[in-house]
């Protein structure tokens, strides 16, 4: 049931990306293949050294991590189902005046879906750490104008966020 539940999901992501979903912006160059929507990244850190590193580098550029936006899914998912995922939180973080100048206009007010960045921190099957957060990049490419310049702004911010060595 679940795996038809799953197919039915994708489906309808699938189907709605193709048909109502953003496409390139007008003179955007299409992603080269594996461009992702989604950067994943193994952390050299354990998952509590990560999360800390993750804040304060974010806090280092300007950036803000407010606490109550910080989401422990392990604790909440369990609550919930009785299952335990293992160690999985989101940090979710916001450069203040990127998001004011995107959302002063009409155009970019949906992108408050996607807001504040997400970066999620995660320990999987094998023991390792890892970091995935959204391709800014892509999402520049998506939407072109204001939405690219602030993405080439603030994806080189992020990659030193993921410096944690």
């Given at each position: 049931?679940?795996?038809?539940?799953?197919?039915?999901?994708s489906a309808v992501l699938g189907l709605t990306l193709l048909v109502g979903g953003p496409a390139?912006?007008?003179?955007?160059?299409?992603?080269?293949?594996?461009f992702n929507m989604l950067?994943?990244?193994?952390?050299?850190?354990?998952?509590?050294?990560?999360?800390?590193?993750?804040e304060a580098n974010a806090k280092g550029l300007g950036w803000k991590v407010p606490s109550k936006w910080?989401?422990?899914?392990?604790?909440?998912?369990?609550?919930?189902?009785g299952k335990d995922i293992g160690p999985n939180r989101v940090l979710k973080m916001c450069e203040p005046e990127a998001a004011v100048r995107l959302l002063?206009?009409?155009?970019?007010?949906?992108?408050?879906?996607?807001?504040?960045?997400?970066i999620a921190v995660y320990v999987k099957s094998d023991g390792k750490t890892y970091i995935s957060m959204m391709n800014l990049e892509a999402m520049g490419m998506m939407y072109g104008g204001d939405v690219a310049e602030m993405s080439q702004q603030l994806a080189p911010q992020m990659e030193k966020m993921l410096k944690l060595d």
């Open positions: 049931m679940t795996t038809t539940i799953a197919k039915v999901c390139l912006a007008e003179g955007q160059p299409v992603p080269p293949a594996g950067i994943e990244r193994q952390s050299p850190l354990g998952f509590d050294q990560t999360l800390k590193r993750l910080k989401v422990n899914f392990q604790r909440n998912l369990k609550k919930v189902t002063l206009k009409d155009e970019y007010k949906q992108l408050t879906a996607m807001m504040p960045c997400t």
